[in-house]
């Protein structure tokens, strides 16, 4: 079974992913693996300690750094992130950090569609989303289309939203600005409602609690049990 999360951040999905992992058995899902590929560990993978690093690098620095001196990730990263100390207009690397997150998470999905259970604690809508925050321009058709094609391959997608709960936790890699995540979940709902198909497998946590939303995951993991068998 492929379930995913969605929502904005400090909502839960983490939690409720791990959650998932960890009653495997209880629930009827033995050998579900949760997809590490997620915001934090792409900016690891590019060589940046924070996803939101990206929007204070120079993408021009990074990319000639990568592409043409062909330095360590670490290095790019840091080259670029003083490019932008330094002149701080212009391009940074978030475009081509949304674009690498789309296809990895993607791929890692693809490579286990066949091959047993997993939950994801984002999906490609989400980072949709996100790319219309912070870079419009490269949400052409093709993005869009990858984002709603793979979101519609999911068995069942829990939306957490922001009523039920967020719990930053004075945790530096998330922006504390209410008004950010309030668009975000403006955007990702619309998102989801474009879609007769993704709202058909979608299951809103707007119960709060824990408790109260492991009741919802367990019936709507038991729908679509019975609705893909």
């Known amino acids: 079974m492929r379930i995913a999360f969605c929502g904005a951040s400090g909502t839960g999905k983490s939690t409720l ?5 960890e009653n495997a058995a209880e629930l009827k899902l033995d050998g579900i693996e949760l997809n590490p590929v997620g915001s934090r560990s792409v900016a690891k993978a590019m060589g940046f300690s924070s996803p939101y690093d990206v929007d204070k690098a120079y993408g021009p620095t990074y ?95 829990f939306y957490c939203p922001l009523p039920a709960g967020q719990w930053l936790d004075n945790d530096s890699a998330r922006v504390v600005d209410k008004t950010y995540h309030v668009l975000f979940d403006a955007l990702l709902w619309g998102l989801l409602d474009t879609s007769w198909d993704l709202r058909a497998r979608s299951v809103y946590l707007s119960l709060p609690g824990r408790e109260a939303r492991e009741a919802l995951i367990r019936d709507g993991i038991d729908e679509a049990g019975r609705t893909t068998t």
Not at 66 to 91: D, M, Y
Request: charged share 30%; aromatic share 12%; net charge negative.
């Open 17 to 21: 992913a791990k959650w998932i992992v």
């Open 63 to 157: 990319d000639d750094f990568i592409t043409q001196k062909n330095l360590r990730p670490e290095a790019a990263a840091f080259a670029a992130l003083v490019a932008w100390e330094a002149r701080p207009q212009g391009p940074t690397v978030r475009p081509r950090f949304q674009l690498k997150l789309q296809a990895d998470k993607i791929a890692w999905e693809a490579d286990r569609a066949d091959a047993g259970s997993f939950v994801t604690d984002r999906t490609p809508l989400d980072d949709l989303a996100y790319a219309v925050l912070h870079c419009r321009e490269i949400v052409d058709a093709a993005f869009y289309e990858r984002a709603m094609e793979h979101t519609k391959s999911y068995d069942v997608v």
